[in-house]
Each structure stands twice: as C-alpha cells, then as structure tokens.
C-alpha cells in the first residue's frame, strides 16, 4: 500500500497539500508539533518536534511511507532574524533528522524537501536553477544549509531526495504575515467598518512571482512521482507582479479604493525590486505549470478573511451573550 507523509503537515501549504493527497494515496501521515489529531481525523497523526532525532524516527519507521513531503520550517524572514537559533535548529537540525529517519528505511522513500527562491542571488534575470546563491537572511541561510545535508544520500540503491525551490504563494488559509493575505485581510476589516480605507504596507513597487498555493501543492506531487531525485526544480509561475498591480485587483473586487501607507516595520532593507523565475525545468520533467490565475487568487483570500472575519464577530456575541446572561441571570435568552 502506498504511503505519503507531510511534515509540518498541519501549516498552510501541509493542509492543502493533505487535502490533495487524500484520493492519492491509500495511506496518509503527518507529522506536526501540535494541532494534527483536531485538524486532521482522517491521517495518522504524529505530534513531534523535528529537532527530536529519536521521535522522527520512531515515527516514520512506524509509517514506513514511501513518500515524504518535508514541509517543516521556521519560514518567516522576520521571525529569523529575532529568534535565528530557533530557526536554524528548526530548518537544519530538523532536515537533517526527516532525512536520515528515512533514508535509514529498509526501503528508502522518495523525499521532497521543500526550499525556497530566497536562496538565490539578488539578478535582474529570471532565476533558473543554476543562478547563484546568496541567501541575505537567516531563513534563506538555513535553507540553503538544508538542500546541503541530502550530499551523504545522494547514492542510496533505492528512493531519493529532491529538492522544490518554492517562489511566492498564496492562498485560502494563509497567515496575514505574508503580502497578500495581509492585503486581503485588511480589505475584509474595511469592509466591516474596522478602520478607515487605508493599507498599512511595505514596499507597494516590488515585483514578485505569485503562484497559488492549490498549484504549487500539485507542483509537489508531480517531483515526488516524476522529478529525477538529486535534482532541484523552481516552483513558480514565470510572471512577476507589483503589489500595487495586485491591490488594483483587491479594488476591483471589493469595489473598495483605498490609500495605501507605508509603515517602516514592513519594509525590507536592501530587497530585490524583482524577483522572477524559469520553470522550464519542472515543466519539461512533469508537465506542471500553474492552472489558477492570480485573480481567482485574490478572490478566494479575500472571501477566507471575510469568513474568518464573521466567525470571529460570532464567538465575540456568543461571549457577550454569555457575560449577559451571567450579570443578569432572571432576564430570559428568548420568549416563550
């Protein structure tokens, strides 16, 4: 029976990527620090920390799948430069434990170990993957340490390691830490009457190359059954788009305009003005390219705040109700 298992499989891309694996695979594992049993009934859950050696191993020679997804990572730049050792534990230590719990398999699985295009050299070009390296940050420094570590694997008889170097996604589900999200989530509170119609942003001119996370989870699968292991594949769309192209899109929606401010704790010092890649290379071994166009993108985000929104206001009146009605326990919760 074939086996997949998800690192870090309870996070934004690991639950869409769960999602898509359920009529795929006969069997499903994830293996996440906290939260898999509640959110995910339907796989086998493994609550582990990735720097634990010995409990990575436990859990996966228990599984023996014969195909990993290593999603796990500290994958905030903000995040990496106030806490880098965590990072490095987490992104480094923690590769490395994912790949030698399997590669130490009786039958070695194929392995996607998921990077990014930070690692690269800042190019005016778009990014292939033979462009330089030259991660500026401590999430794309522990990136690139951590497409090094498969060295050792490289002439394992059977499975393999390949490598996903992940530009920009987004999606239903994605924390407001990232660019669009963030864009989406404001638009929602601006149209509960939050706060004024104004964006509080970074650099709106930056140019970057979007992909929708349900395209990207599909990227994935394809390198793990038709990628060439020792190999690395760009994960991205070919297109670079402004951000203030996108807010135009958010505007167009929403029916919403909006005035955009720049506060200084969301810019980056010395970031690329462009960032876009080639993925000639994918295409040509699996045939993937992105199916989901930008708009539908934005749409499908500013629905997900707009939801999560109401949910939020719901539990705020369930509680308020609650309060009510302990100060005032004679006043009745409805007529008869």
Not at 25 to 39: F, H, I, N, P, Y
Not at 62 to 74: E, K, S, T
Not at 191 to 214: C, K, Q, W
Not at 297 to 318: C, H
């Amino acid at each position: 029976m074939s086996g997949a298992l998800i690192t870090g499989g309870t996070g934004f891309v690991g639950a869409h990527l769960a999602t898509f694996l359920k009529t795929r695979t006969s069997r499903l594992a994830v293996l996440a620090s906290s939260g898999c049993s509640e959110t995910m009934p339907e796989a086998v859950c493994y609550e582990v920390d990735v720097r634990d050696a010995g409990k990575v191993r436990a859990a996966i020679h228990d599984f023996r799948p014969d195909r990993v997804y290593h999603l796990a990572a500290i994958s905030s730049v903000e995040g990496s430069w106030s806490r880098p050792r965590l990072t490095y534990e987490v992104n480094v230590d923690g590769t490395l434990n994912v790949l030698e719990a399997a590669m130490t398999l009786a039958q070695p699985p194929r392995v996607l170990n998921v990077s990014t295009a930070q690692v690269y050299a800042a190019s005016s070009s778009p990014l292939s993957e033979d462009s330089p390296l030259g991660p500026d940050n401590p999430y794309a420094a522990s990136k690139a340490m951590a497409e090094l570590l498969g060295v050792q694997y490289r002439k394992v008889p059977a499975g393999g390691i390949i490598t996903a170097r992940s530009f920009n996604h987004a999606g239903p589900g994605q924390s407001s830490d990232f660019v669009l999200s963030s864009i989406a989530r404001q638009f929602a509170e601006i149209e509960a009457g939050m706060h004024d119609p104004e964006l509080s942003l970074g650099n709106i001119h930056v140019r970057r190359d979007f992909t929708d996370v349900r395209d990207v989870v599909r990227a994935y699968w394809h390198l793990l059954e038709d990628g060439s292991v020792n190999q690395t594949y760009n994960v991205c769309s070919g297109r670079s788009w402004a951000i203030h192209e996108i807010i135009l899109q958010f505007e167009s929606i929403s029916g919403i305009k909006v005035s955009v401010g720049m506060h200084p704790d969301k810019v980056r010092g010395g970031e690329m003005s462009e960032v876009r890649g080639n993925p000639d290379k994918i295409y040509r071994a699996t045939g993937w390219e992105p199916e989901i166009p930008l708009g539908t993108t934005v749409r499908d985000l500013l629905d997900y705040w707009r939801s999560t929104l109401r949910k939020a206001d719901s539990v705020r009146n369930i509680e308020s109700a609650e309060g009510s009605e302990k100060f005032v326990p004679s006043m009745p919760l409805r007529s008869t």
